[in-house]
């Protein structure tokens, strides 16, 4: 949640980051550590005398599980957000994948959520509802939505969010920022 300043464009940064960080992704990581941890562990000091199969199945369950459970939610345990003269970027996690790129070219507008929830998306995550449109949702609480020139909207959820709609909006000339709550 910070303003970085590369020169000056009117009363706004050059370049605007912001993020979530959602630490209780990391309780969910340890989980999936540790069924890839009662995987390998049952690999190693099993007995292999009750049948081949079960065994295999149970050690390829409790690595494969462990793998999606820990990759999945280190994926999401924080999200980033760079605003720059030309477009927006979203990159989520500690590599920055998924990512997203919007040329600013085709937002429309931007408006700030006070209240934004998993819940209302169905988890946390890289998250499209038909209704809704798509989401990157780390934590609840505030957020920006994106509507987008082909009448699809993205939200966001990052901190300080209303600076950041206030600078998309300069950017895109459109004035003051929407609220909703």
Known sequence: MRDLPHGEHGSH?????????NRAQWLLALVGAACLALGIE????????N???PLVMSV??????????LFG????????????EDSLEVRCGHIGVPRRRIPLSQV???????????????GWGYRWRPEKGTAVVVRRGEG???RLWDGHTF???????????????????????????
């Open 13 to 21: 940064p050059d370049v605007w980051t912001g993020r979530a960080t």
């Open 60 to 69: 390829v369950g409790c690595i494969a599980a462990g793998l999606l459970v």
């Open 144 to 146: 920006l939505v994106l």
């Open 42 to 49: 049952l690999a190693v000091d099993s007995a292999w005398s």
């Open 108 to 122: 429309v507008g931007a408006e700030f959520v006070a209240h934004v929830t998993p819940r209302q998306w169905g």
């Open 51 to 53: 049948g081949i199969a």
């Open 155 to 181: 939200t966001i959820t990052v901190d300080n969010a209303e600076s950041a709609v206030r600078v998309i909006e300069s950017r895109l000339g459109t004035g003051a920022p929407n609220t909703a709550h």
């Open 73 to 84: 939610t280190l994926a999401f345990v924080h999200v980033a957000l760079k605003v720059d």
